[in-house]
């Protein structure tokens, strides 16, 4: 993906927040034990960036396990419905590369499903300034379940209509721009047309969970959630709707009571900052 796609697609989002907020999927509790344990200490009382934060999503869920979070999200239409669904949490305006926080203020940086959306080269110093020793950057994504049959069709149809690399950048399948190390090869989505390495450090350590889980949920829900991908969001309207028509014919074909079970394999990589 060339930069002027990279850029256009990571500001796709402003103009679909609501929808982003109301249909993506959220975490499990079993990931933030996986965060907790790998980092060897709670997230309850801690102080946690979290980056790329979008509408809230995980931050919501980081500080119903008591964290004292801190949204940092560069979208406007993005931080305006942070602040619209959850009035309770802080969030600034800023990205991962360029964070404007002071030195060692942190014991979490988190990166859900945005990590994809930095300079990995950038980001990573940005990170590790901020954390305390000792603290943890922390990155993840829902990957939906590659051994599902009806995913890998998905898959084919949405390479039918936008190209051999339809993708949605940082989700499934989604190559970083940037390989400085690489942590065990991830969960592969055939809707997606190659492995994606997840970068995180260079000359780090990083540790890795999976986590499953999954969610029923209703066919216009499914599509919706599918809409608020960028692969989508920057194409027209009308081709928007001529493929989530076709695309909702195809899934009652399988999925006759038109109800969905979404099954997710979430991908965690944890880099610890050395202590001191």
Not at 90 to 110: I, K, M, Q, S
Request: glycine content about 8%; hydrophobic content about 40%.
């Amino acid at each position: 993906m060339d930069a002027a796609t990279h850029t256009r697609r990571a500001h796709s989002f402003n103009a679909a927040a609501g929808s982003y907020a109301a249909y993506r999927p959220s975490y499990p509790d079993a990931l933030f034990d996986a965060v907790e344990d790998l980092a060897g200490r709670p997230l309850s009382g801690a102080r946690v960036i979290d980056v790329g934060a979008g509408t809230g999503i995980a931050s919501a869920r980081l500080a119903a396990r008591g964290a004292h979070v801190l949204g940092v999200e560069p979208g406007a239409g993005m931080a305006a419905q942070y602040r619209l669904d959850h009035p309770g949490l802080p969030v600034v305006r800023g990205d991962g590369n360029a964070l404007p926080l002071r030195d060692a203020c942190a014991d979490f940086v988190t990166y859900a499903q945005s990590w994809h959306w930095t300079d990995p080269e950038r980001a990573l110093p940005e990170a590790l300034r901020v954390l305390r020793p000792g603290g943890a950057l922390a990155a993840w994504w829902n990957i939906s379940d590659p051994e599902e049959e009806w995913v890998a069709a998905q898959g084919a149809r949405l390479r039918e209509w936008f190209g051999a690399g339809a993708q949605a950048h940082g989700a499934p399948g989604a190559r970083a721009a940037h390989t400085l190390q690489q942590t065990p090869e991830p969960a592969q989505d055939p809707r997606y047309g190659h492995a994606r390495s997840r970068v995180l450090a260079e000359k780090t350590d990083s540790a890795s969970r999976t986590v499953r889980w999954s969610r029923r949920i209703p066919l216009d829900h499914h599509l919706a959630n599918l809409a608020s991908h960028s692969i989508l969001l920057v194409h027209d309207e009308s081709t928007r709707n001529n493929f989530l028509a076709a695309e909702r014919a195809a899934l009652l074909a399988v999925f006759p009571d038109a109800t969905i079970e979404e099954k997710y394999i979430v991908e965690l990589t944890l880099t610890r900052h050395p202590a001191r």
